[in-house]
Every structure is written in C-alpha cells, then in structure tokens.
C-alpha cells in the first residue's frame, strides 16, 4: 500500500471525474443526516434511565448498561472499520451499517424487558460504529483539499451537536411520550435512509484485497472496551463484576500489546488499525486536542444535568432544554468555521476557540447553589462556540495532512480517540466530583451545598486541564495534504 509512489491526492483527482459532484451532491448529505441520526442515540438514554429503571423494574447499576454496553461496542468495533473500509465499497459498508441500525432500533421499540431492549443497543452500537469513519473517508476521497473545510464543519455537527442535543430531544419526547418512542420517531428516519442509500450512494472509493488480522481484534476489544468500560464505570455508567480499575489495567496492557502487534504488522501492510498516521505530526498534535476538546465535551455533558437537577432542583425538561441552545449554536457556526478554514487555516480559529473553551471553564467554577439559569445557558453556549471553532480545524487539519491510502485509518483513530476520551472526561469529572462531595459531607456540610462543592472541584479540575489545551494551539499549523511523511513507505 505505501511501498509505492502515490498521487498527492485523489481528492483532488475526483474533480475531473464527472460523477464526482454527484457524489458529492447525494452521498454525502445522505452520510451526514444518517450518521446525524445514529451518533444521536449514543447520549439519548442518560436523561431516560429514571423513566426506564421504574418502567422495566430495575436497578439503576443495571440500567447503566444501556448507556455503556453502547460506549463499549463502539470502542471495539471502531477500529476495526479502517479494514472495513478498504475491503468493500461504500455503498455495502453504508447498507450494513444502517441495517445494523435500524434492526437494533427495532429490537428496542419492540423491546419487551431490559434483555431485549440492551440487545437492541448492542446492534444499534454496531451500526452506529460503522458510519463516522465511513463519512470521514467518503469525504476524504471525494472533496477537493481546498473546499474540505466547508464540508468538515458538516461534519462537526454530526460529531459534536447530535450528542450534545440527545438528551434535550429525550426531555422533549419524554415529556409527553412513552420512552419507546426514542426508538420509535427515530425508526422511520433511518429506514428512509436505508432506501435512499440503497438507491443513489454509488462507490467512490477503489477497494482493495485485504485480510483481517484476528488476533488484532481480540486485544483491540480488550484494549479499548477495558479502557472505555473501566472509565465509564468510573463515571457511574458501570455496575458490572469487574471494579473499574482493574479493566483500565486491562485495557493499558492490551493497547500495549495492541501497539506493538500492529507496528509488526505493518511493515507487511496488513495492520487492522495502521499507526503511520501518527507520522504526521499535525495528525497527532491534532489528535491530541480532539481528545481534550472530546474530554470537556463529555466531562460537561455528564455534570450539567447532575448540576441541574440535584442541586438546583431542576427537572428532566427544564435540563435539556437548558443545554439546546448549546448544541444549536455549535451546529449554526460549523458551517462557517469550515468556510473560514479554507480561507485562512486551522491557527485564527484554533486559538480563540482554545482560549474560549478554558475561560469557560474557569467561569463554570462560580456555579453554586443559587446559579441563574441565564448564567448556566450562556456559559455552555460559550463552551460550545469554542469547541466548535476547535472541531473543524482539527479534523480537517489531521485527516488531511495523511496520504490517502491512510483515510480510512485516520478516521478509524479519531473515533477511537473520540469514545476513549469521552468515557475518560466522564470519569474524571464525576469521579472527582464525587470524591469531593463525600469530603464535603464527612466535613459536616449540607449534602447539597457538599455536591455544589464537588462540582466545582470537577470544573476546577477541567479548567486547569483546558490550560494546558490552549497552550497545545499554538503548535497546529496547515499541513500540506497527502505529504510523504505522513506515511513512510513500509520496508
């Protein structure tokens, strides 16, 4: 695959073909609304686990499991989609994945009791795991480098505002529905998705002959179910028999062993997830900021609804619709941060938005027990106009300085890296925000104004971290699309 000479980039060999704009004009509208809809369910089910634990009669630990078998599936199956990728065409890859979807949407509009209903999530997850690498790729062999920015910021909200609206559509639907029409209204969508991919999405890609390394998928599952189950649990998505420190171990020697076992495989080009891409420098500084930016993300995600509801009293409703502002106003710039990005480059975007996202931060470390809800809203808007004028720039930098033989593993590592660093934001946030509420009460303080306490310690800790983040922003430069050294030739 890289022992050979290679094209700069086929992206920009795609404008001379003449089914290219309309591949650009029906496929990838048709990725970003699917994957929109399936990258939805992965934070639907926090705001409904009370509804669901009382409705199907059990514990809160069991359902957790909804929420992190979810996040577990998607950690393994993920990197395994770059030899998905390369292997078959994009019209059998995005057939499989919607199916997989709506099947598994099915099973948990159907869902009798809990087993039916987390074997649905099991599948949905399969799915789900399968279309961000797809529409990263597609987009990666199809847009011309100097037009990619525009269509990344699609991109963008897909990634970050369809998680972030999740738990406001499930207040919404909540509110006046049984919790099976989570499934139910989203069923529909998707199987129109189904049809129409079905009938319009051509291949645009070339695949080629590959072989699945199946010891590379055992310890990838793991290595990166043990680290995302271990942080998960942390964060209070567990009450599984493995205690969380243990299946973090787990998953750090594995990926130790995962590591290694690829860096062999490689040289023979037959890697399931080919680290060469790391070779690019922008690639892995970029790399490393989406896995901060995907940490504060998650980490406040998680600690915004707890904030709400158990210190100031708020109910599901009032939250979500408390943190839709949020995710609208990051889907509104995504467009524009692209367009930008064509025109100047990643660094006017990166560090404003560096420097947003951690004076944001410092300012969530006022909230207490009498915050305005104004204050709370306006923050998270803040929040999310700096992470969305990270998001773009990033993805577009990282994925496009990698030749193109390395997409579909470049795509593969960044939503790898995007659930790792979410179970890890989650747990940390909750995790110290938890140790220091307990500090608090065992000090004598009311348990309320003791989990205010906490939870500034948890932003105080995101804060300190975002420091860090924004002095990383001023490393970020444009990288030439498609360079050599992305990807040394194999020997």
């Known amino acids: 695959m890289t022992g050979t000479p290679t094209p700069p980039d086929r992206a920009s060999e795609s404008t001379a073909d003449p089914t290219a704009p309309r591949a650009e004009r029906l496929v990838i509208p048709l990725l970003l609304v699917s994957a929109f809809v399936v990258i939805l369910n992965e934070t639907i089910m926090g705001v409904a686990l009370p509804a669901l634990n009382a409705d ?7 359902g957790q499991w909804l929420t992190s078998a979810f996040m577990l599936v998607m950690a393994v199956v993920i990197p395994a989609t770059g030899f998905l990728l390369q292997r078959f065409h994009v019209r059998q890859v995005f057939i499989a994945a919607m199916t997989l979807f709506s099947v598994g949407t099915l099973l948990c509009f159907l869902a009798p009791g809990f087993t ?10 399969v799915g789900t795991a399968i279309m961000m690498p797809l529409l990263m790729t597609t987009i990666l062999n199809t847009v011309p480098a100097e037009r990619r920015g525009r269509t990344m910021g699609n991109i963008s909200i897909v990634i970050s505002v369809a998680p972030a609206i999740g738990p406001t559509l499930a207040g919404l639907i909540l509110s006046v529905l049984d919790w099976r029409w989570m499934f139910g ?30 010891p590379s998928v055992l310890v990838s599952a793991f290595a990166f179910g043990g680290l995302v189950y271990g942080f998960s649990s942390l964060g209070g998505h567990g009450g599984g028999p493995i205690p969380p420190g243990a299946a973090i171990a787990i998953g750090a020697v594995a990926l130790v062993v995962f590591v290694w076992r690829q860096l062999r495989l490689q040289s023979r080009d037959r890697a399931l997830l080919d680290l060469r891409v790391f070779g690019s420098t922008q690639f892995s500084i970029s790399i490393a900021l989406v896995g901060v930016s995907f940490m504060a993300l998650f980490g406040t995600l998680i600690l915004l609804p707890l904030y709400m509801q158990n210190v100031l009293g708020h109910d599901t409703l009032t939250t979500g619709l408390t943190l839709l502002p949020g995710g609208l106003a990051m889907g509104l710039i995504a467009p524009f941060v692209g367009r930008f ?32 809800l104004w204050f709370i809203i306006g923050t998270h808007v803040m929040l999310t106009v700096g992470l969305g004028l990270m998001f773009t720039p990033l993805l577009t930098g990282a994925l496009g300085s990698l030749r193109p033989e390395l997409y579909s593993h470049g795509s593969a590592v960044v939503g790898t890296v995007q659930q790792v660093a979410g179970a890890a934001g989650t747990a940390a946030f909750v995790a110290v925000m938890s140790a220091s509420s307990a500090n608090l009460v065992g000090e004598g303080m009311p348990e309320i ?6 939870i500034h310690v948890a932003f ?3 804060a300190t971290i975002s420091v860090l983040g924004f002095a990383a922003t001023f490393f970020v430069r444009r990288a030439a699309t498609g360079t050599p050294q992305a990807a040394p030739a194999a020997h």
């Open 56 to 62: 199907l009669g059990i514990s809160v630990s069991t």
């Open 185 to 214: 209204l989203v069923l529909p969508i998707a199987l129109i998705g189904l049809g129409l991919g079905a009938l319009f999405i051509r291949n645009v890609t070339e695949p080629r002959p590959a072989r699945i390394d199946m």
């Open 460 to 462: 105080l800790l995101g």
């Open 341 to 372: 990005y064509d025109k100047v480059g990643p660094r006017p975007l990166i560090i404003p938005g560096g420097a947003l996202v951690s004076l944001t931060l410092w300012g969530m470390t006022l909230f207490d027990t009498q915050t305005p």
């Open 116 to 125: 039916f209903l987390l074997t649905g999530r099991i599948v949905q997850a």
């Open 449 to 454: 104004e003791a989990m205010a306490g906490g």
